[in-house]
């Protein structure tokens, strides 16, 4: 059994039997059906090996190359600018306020085209890299849970690390979301409820109206290509 954090809950393998009789927080009202799909969701992609991936499709060190742009200026800055598909983090969001502006990119990349949040870049774009320590020592458990409550459809995300010219970099990979729009679904730190994120030239923002509508029409289109194909 995976111990579940939710918040107000907390239980764990030990008090299965206490919950069961009532002895343990009788309180608590269980998980609803759509509480446990979530759960079950995020932790499904959160559990799968970084190493499964690490050379196979998006998390393939050369796709990820590819798209830093292989090579460093000789004051280690690199070539490459935040883009559509990059967003670059100086260390890992262990604030809630940090946390909750990296489930937006997220969002937003998800809603757009897709995309990698990289660890270990600056904001003047210098590599810095991360140890292993703080990639371990990091609350994925919290990521993941956070992403799914906060955020539905369920965001896919893959993660894994990287030698980059000497240096290790943290990466996620964030799917496309093959049937838009992913909508926040509470108030926290940087999220706002009910808003569509959408992933622009180095920022991520509300979506603008122009790109809500185009963004409904490609939902719309295929959900009528898998009606017909289905007929």
């Known amino acids: 059994m995976s111990f579940l954090v939710y918040p107000g809950r907390k239980l764990s393998p030990a ?9 343990r927080a009788p309180s608590v009202p269980p998980l609803s059906q759509k509480e446990f799909e979530r759960f079950v969701a995020s932790r499904l992609l959160h559990n799968q090996s970084d190493t499964e991936l690490d050379d196979r499709g998006p998390l393939s060190t050369y796709l990820i190359h590819q798209e830093l742009g292989w090579a460093l200026s000789e004051t280690r800055h690199l070539f490459a600018d935040e883009s559509r ?5 100086r260390d890992l ?10 489930l937006v990119a997220a969002a937003a990349m998800a809603n757009a085209v897709g995309g990698y949040i990289i660890f270990g870049i600056d904001d003047h774009k210098e590599l810095r890299g991360i140890t292993d320590r703080d990639w371990d020592d990091f609350d994925w458990d919290k990521f993941s849970s956070e992403l799914a409550r906060l955020f539905q459809p369920v965001i896919e995300w893959r993660k894994r690390t990287i030698e980059f010219h ?5 990466v996620i990979h964030i799917e496309m979301m093959e049937l ?12 706002k409820a009910g808003t569509v994120y959408y992933r622009y030239e180095r920022s991520s923002r509300r979506i603008e109206p122009g790109d809500l509508r185009r963004l409904l029409e490609r939902r719309d289109k295929i959900i009528r290509r898998e009606v017909l194909s289905s007929k």
């Open 15 to 23: 008090c299965v039997s206490e919950i069961v009789n009532s002895d």
């Open 85 to 89: 598909r990059l967003e670059f983090k």
């Open 93 to 102: 969001p262990r604030a809630d306020i940090t946390l909750s502006r990296c």
């Open 166 to 170: 000497e240096a290790m970099l943290g």
């Open 180 to 191: 838009p729009p992913v909508i926040s679904n509470a108030d926290w730190h940087s999220i």
